[in-house]
Antibody, heavy 122, light 110 residues
Framework: QLQLQESGPGLVKPSETLSLICTVS??????????WGWIRQPPGKGLEWIGS???????YYTPSLKSRVTISLDTSKNQFSLKLNSVTAADTAVYYC??????????????WGQGTLVTVSS | QSVLTQSPSVSGTPGQRVTISCSGS????????VNWYQQLPGAAPRLLIF???QRPAGVPDRFSGSKSGTSASLAISGPQSEDEADYYC???????????FGGGTKLTVL
């Protein structure tokens, strides 16, 4: 059974870089039909897709964050990471990692990690 | 404001059929499949419906999904108290090259 687990600092200072890692167990991240993604949820608000990456190097990012975000895969550790630079209080959220199945016009996120709260504050 | 539009809340009794709608456009719902996610209080979202109307293993058959044109719906036949949660629709958008989530609908079971 595939499981994902987020890890990283729970507190980041404004203007610094938010860095999170998602460790995948029970399956390999270098699989053709899967992308690996990050989704966030500000406190009391809805879900926002951040981006997704494939082991081939393909990446997609949401337009509003594209200039600040990088998602990369480490197949040797079966992990993928999120880096979001120049953070502000608006980046405070629970960050989820998830596997994205992709087949033609069909795609979905399953499973999800449990999420990790990152607060941006000095 | 989300490009996929959902009503903020819906309520129903165990004897009713409740429907949650998701309105989009030709670049997202019409062109791509729709997924639904359930988020129980304090928990991570989980996949409820994928590819418009497919249920993953373990999802009760009282949940069903449909799509027509630029809109999609999630129906719950006889909602149970354990179904009280936030429900989100999602779809890929060909113009934005992005995954879009609806704003979410909170289900209350009376």
């Amino acid at each position: 059974q595939l499981q994902l687990q987020e890890s990283g600092p729970g507190l980041v200072k404004p203007s610094e870089t938010l860095s999170l890692i998602c460790t995948v167990s029970g399956g390999s991240i270098d699989t053709t039909y899967y992308y690996w993604g990050w989704i966030r949820q500000p406190p009391g608000k809805g879900l926002e897709w951040i981006g997704s990456a494939h082991y081939s190097g393909n990446t997609y990012y949401t337009p509003s964050l594209k200039s600040r975000v990088t998602i990369s895969l480490d197949t040797s550790k079966n992990q993928f990471s999120l880096k979001l630079n120049s953070v502000t209080a608006a980046d405070t959220a629970v960050y989820y990692c998830a596997r994205k199945t992709q087949w033609l016009v069909q795609s979905w996120f399953d499973p999800w990690g449990q999420g990790t709260l990152v607060t941006v504050s000095s | 404001q989300s490009v996929l539009t959902q009503s903020p809340s819906v309520s129903g009794t165990p004897g009713q059929r409740v429907t949650i709608s998701c309105s989009g456009s030709s670049s997202n719902i019409r062109s791509n499949t729709v997924n639904w996610y359930q988020q129980l209080p304090g928990a991570a979202p989980r996949l409820l419906i994928f590819s418009n109307n497919q249920r993953p293993a373990g999802v009760p058959d009282r949940f069903s999904g449909s799509k027509s044109g630029t809109s999609a719906s999630l129906a719950i036949s006889g909602p149970q108290s354990e179904d009280e949660a936030d429900y989100y629709c999602a779809a890929w958008d060909d113009n934005l090259n992005a995954v879009l989530f609806g704003g979410g609908t909170k289900l209350t079971v009376l």
